[in-house]
């Protein structure tokens, strides 16, 4: 024979402990998941950023050397088309534009091969003068020349050095914070799981005790 037997008071103690579970498990869930999602978007981020800067590395690299390629070829063709005319007029003053041609080379050729920023900048300013007298020589002999691109090359791929410089170790940086991102999004992730399970568990027991709030059958 079944009996009902009214019990409601022991339900509504079971349904709220029920509830005080849930209450501070699930606030406990939602600063985690704030906090997951929060070191997920962080680190997705990075790895974005090292990827852009990797890319931008690798083009700052080929500009740098390209830019110091292309100011020596310009200014081979400038002088070279000076020579050609002051050789033809005959101009007093040649041997002064091989001579400051000689020291610029010099010059380029410490540009092609160093690698530290504060000679690279040295050279750039002692070629820049050179250039200047180069093109004053020039304007003795009648011939108007203008060094500008060269200069203007010169500074370009100086530039890019510079930027080179200021970014060439953030990939392995940023490598070094995604990797303790991801370690701490390891730790957070058990304890993050294990309420989500406990969440889950004491929601179907409340919803259980709900439907079972009106009597429990014993047999």
């Not at 180069?134 to 010169?154: N, Q």
Request: proline content about 1%; some cysteine; hydrophobic content about 35%.
């Amino acid at each position: 024979m079944t009996q009902i037997i009214d019990n409601n008071t022991l339900m509504e103690l079971v349904i709220e402990k029920h509830n005080k579970f849930l209450e501070a498990f699930k606030g406990e869930f939602s600063d985690l998941d704030n906090k997951l999602n929060a070191i997920r978007n962080q680190t997705e981020d990075l790895k974005k950023e090292i990827e852009t800067n990797e890319s931008k590395i690798n083009v700052l690299n080929e500009k740098y050397f390209l830019f110091f390629h292309q100011a020596k070829k310009q200014r081979e063709e400038l002088s070279n088309n000076v020579l050609d005319k002051m050789r033809e007029a005959k101009a007093p003053n040649t041997h002064d534009i091989v001579r400051l041609c000689a020291r610029i080379e010099e010059f380029e050729k410490k540009l092609q091969n160093s690698r530290n920023i504060d000679d690279e900048d040295k050279a750039i300013a002692e070629v820049k003068k050179l250039l200047y007298d180069f093109v004053s020589e020039a304007r003795k002999a009648g011939i108007i020349v203008t060094s500008r691109a060269v200069i203007d090359k010169l500074n370009e791929a100086n530039e890019s050095h510079k930027e080179l410089i200021s970014i060439q170790n953030k990939p392995k940086d940023d490598a070094t914070c995604a990797k303790e991102l991801d370690k701490q999004t390891g730790e957070i992730e058990g304890r993050h799981n294990w309420l989500k399970r406990r969440i889950e568990s004491h929601t179907n027991a409340l919803a259980y005790w709900d439907k079972q709030k009106g009597g429990i059958k014993v047999e």
